[in-house]
T-cell receptor, first 110, second 112 residues
């Protein structure tokens, strides 16, 4: 049963690249890794999902090593508006329900 | 609206009262999830529906909590004999399957 572990908080400055790593040692063969972003007083919002190697979309990249026991969310050139909590999720099998951990609170400073 | 809609957005009630929270998912989404979130914590899983049936209700904290989805669309989370510890934001999400979840804005419940 996959459980995720990620840093509780991170600080960064505008314009920097931010990498948030998540550990999921017990990930199952069929599990995808998904990242969500949450702003205060809002529901979480999907950022990116991947299975292996690298996935990139318009807002982020997701790097997954061959053993898939960790993943790294990469946010290029962050801005103040990227200040949020970021969650890494792996389906909790059986059933496919998604369990949120504590998340990583990212603070971007000017 | 194309998103997940939750009502009410805010609910204040007294200890011991009964509360219903409604979730209107994105049309066509077969999976529906309920979570609750306390300040400073990640969303806590409550229950997951696939169609009309509860595929997993292992997160419901006790028998005061119950959720239904009678027609496979709208869902209602029901809380009996509310307690102060039930105060939280209740989040609903829907999806086409085990994929991207689309969350609503949540219903903030305050039990006095």
């Amino acid at each position: 049963l996959a459980k995720t572990t990620q840093p509780i908080s991170m600080d960064s400055y505008e314009g920097q690249e931010v990498n948030i790593t998540c550990s999921h040692n017990n990930i199952a063969t069929n599990d995808y890794i998904t990242w969500y972003q949450q702003f205060p007083s809002q529901g979480p919002r999907f950022i990116i999902q991947g299975y292996k190697t690298k996935v990139t979309n318009e807002v982020a990249s997701l790097f997954i090593p061959a053993d898939r026991k960790s993943s790294t969310l990469s946010l290029p050139r962050v801005s103040l508006s990227d200040t949020a909590v970021y969650y890494c999720l792996v389906p909790y099998n059986p059933g496919g329900k998604l369990i949120f951990g504590q998340g990583t609170e990212l603070s971007v400073k000017p | 609206g194309a998103g997940v809609s939750q009502t009410p957005s805010n609910k204040v009630t007294e200890k011991g009262k009964y509360v219903e929270l409604r979730c209107d998912p994105i049309s066509g989404h077969t999976a529906l999830y309920w979570y609750r979130q306390s300040l400073g914590q990640g969303p806590e899983f409550l229950i997951y529906f696939q169609g009309t049936g509860a595929a997993d209700d292992s997160g419901l904290p006790n028998d005061r909590f119950f959720a239904v989805r009678p027609e496979g669309s709208v869902s209602t989370l029901k809380i009996q004999r509310t307690e102060r510890g039930d105060s939280a934001v209740y989040l609903c999400a829907s999806s086409l399957g085990i994929g991207e979840l689309f969350f609503g804005e949540g219903s903030r419940l305050t039990v006095l």
